[in-house]
């Protein structure tokens, strides 16, 4: 990233380069591990111990879907079939334009474009809408439909489980693509979504994931993991956007991990673009030229990724204090631990890195066009067929106990979680979790405001807060403008202002 402990690196550095004067550092001959041969990774998760989820013959994460059906007609709202839909129904989007946003509110509802011709059903915000789909009901399929201009998000889950996303076309939906918040159990896979100016897939504070398949680009982010547990990223087609695919551990958030990620099998390309981010914000600090960035985050595990042409590095590993625009946060462990890079193909990285990259090579006396960077505290990673790569700070990597992931062929559930059960006590914190920490962290910038800002400007005073909420006007040059969340309802709003308000971290 775009500043580094100097002081900490040089001192580790000039050590490692007094060594090798001194003769006390000679070059290990090669470990060619053969990896047919090897032990698989198995992973972090146990569905047997997962409380409240049930074993049984795998289906989709959405369930089976009834017999139930709405058919809306160009010219017609798909919100108001929403509205009329009972849990378990089936609505039917023929090919036309909509402007509008649609709020799925309730479970079981299956949204489906239907493609004629090559034509789909097209959400269309003008410029003028923040979202498409915001979806919070458990059980939910968004499939088919083509989304554009709008400035918020494409697809938006809040806290909604199960969910299927998958054959859409979204491009120019402002600040995320797909962005499924706080869910579990779901999948993100045959979409197609650029132009984003932040993450165009965006798996926030959510579990048992998988994104497949899957073609992403002309974003900042192309694929991020964040603050997520058991996800896999495989078989997409990730090229020319700032930094290809992130596992990242964000400070200021209510859940602090990152962990047991596999980004396996994916064609990640020329993601050089120009970081046209929001300033200051998290993803700004990413360095243009980026094929994977892994920041904080544990048990990561690198597999079969075609990574070549970034101009800065393939592979990034930070800790949070090496890393750009971010803050501290006591109670998230800021370092990557576990991290394993197994066999990948990388060529014609970090070509034109940067200058901070280069520096860190200069004092570990050091020339090369890095494969891997690892700009970072953090312990028990591992690497295999290291000498396939041109790497910097890999030297308290160990050799892999593991060679392959085919032990785990997806995190997903054999059947669906059941339908959360919100007491009315804890309708503020679900809507905060769901909602509100897409865009604000506590002490940092994501999106909007941290929630120390939030705090001191309304500062006992919720009926205040709740009332800006419903009808925002910007206030920031800086920021983008924040959209109304008055369909979430007076009581919801009161409640997760003064949820909001007594957050101590």
């Keep these: 990233m775009k500043r580094l402990l100097v002081l900490l690196i040089g001192m580790g550095a000039i ?21 047919s041969q090897g032990a698989a990774y198995q992973g972090g998760y146990d569905q047997a111990k997962d409380a409240g989820v049930e074993a049984g013959q795998r289906q989709g994460p959405a369930g089976q879907a009834s017999q ?17 839909a009972l849990p378990g129904t089936t609505i039917q989007i023929m090919p036309g334009v909509y402007h509008e946003t649609v709020y799925i509110d309730k479970d079981s509802i ?24 915001l979806y919070s009901g458990n059980n939910v399929v968004v499939e088919n439909l083509e989304i554009t201009g709008y400035k918020g998000n494409g697809i938006m889950g809040q806290a909604g489980n199960n969910f299927e996303i998958r054959n859409n076309l979204i491009v120019d939906t402002g600040i995320y693509g797909i962005f499924p918040q706080l869910g579990k159990n779901g999948v993100v896979e045959y979409n197609v ?4 100016a932040d993450a165009a897939i965006y798996i926030g504070m959510s579990d048992n994931v998988h994104v497949a398949h899957n073609q992403v680009f002309d ?68 360095p243009a030229g980026t094929g994977i960035l892994v920041m904080a985050a544990d048990e990561v595990v690198i597999e079969n990724n075609l990574i070549v042409d970034h101009k800065t590095v393939g592979v990034l590993i930070v800790d949070h204090a090496n890393a750009s625009n971010v803050t501290a946060d006591p109670d998230a462990d800021p370092n990557p631990d576990k991290v394993a890079i ?43 067929n290291r000498h396939r790569y041109n790497t910097v700070g890999l030297s308290d990597f160990t050799e892999c106990e593991f060679t392959h992931t085919d032990a785990i062929k997806t995190y997903l559930l054999d059947t669906p979680v059941p339908p959360r059960d919100i007491a009315a006590s804890e309708r ?28 001191a400007l309304y500062f006992e005073d919720p009926e205040g807060l709740a009332t800006y909420l419903a009808n925002p006007i910007k206030k920031r040059p800086d920021y983008p403008e924040m959209p109304s969340q008055a369909y979430l309802g007076e009581e919801t709003l009161l409640a997760v202002a003064k949820y909001v308000l007594s957050r101590e971290n």
């Design 219 to 286: 974003s900042v982010a192309g694929i991020e993991i964040e603050n997520s547990r058991h996800a896999i990223v495989e078989n997409n087609h990730v090229y020319n956007n700032t930094g290809g695919i992130l596992a990242f551990i964000t400070p200021g958030l209510p859940i602090k991990t990152t962990y047991d990620v596999i980004i396996r099998n994916n064609f990640i390309l020329s993601n050089n673009h120009e970081n046209f981010g929001a300033p200051g914000s998290t993803v700004a600090g990413i």
């Design 342 to 384: 197994l066999n990948n193909t990388m060529m014609n990285n970090g070509y034109d890195t940067i200058p901070e990259i280069k520096a860190f090579m200069a004092l570990s006396l050091k020339q090369v066009e890095p494969d891997i960077a690892h700009v970072s505290a953090g312990q028990d990673n591992c690497i295999i």
């Design 428 to 455: 503020g914190k679900i809507a905060y979790l769901g909602v509100c920490t897409g865009c604000h962290s506590y002490n940092g910038r994501l999106i909007g405001p941290s929630i120390q800002t939030i705090q």
């Design 15 to 35: 050590a490692a380069g007094i060594g090798y004067y001194l003769g006390a550092k000679s070059t290990p001959a090669s470990v060619l591990t053969n990896v």
């Design 110 to 133: 299956q949204l489906i474009g239907v493609i004629e011709a090559g034509k789909r059903a097209v959400l269309d915000g003008q410029g003028k809408l923040n979202d498409a789909i």
């Design 193 to 196: 979504v650029s132009g984003i």
């Design 68 to 84: 139930a059906l709405i058919v809306v007609n160009d010219g017609e709202s798909i919100q108001a079939a929403v509205k009329q």
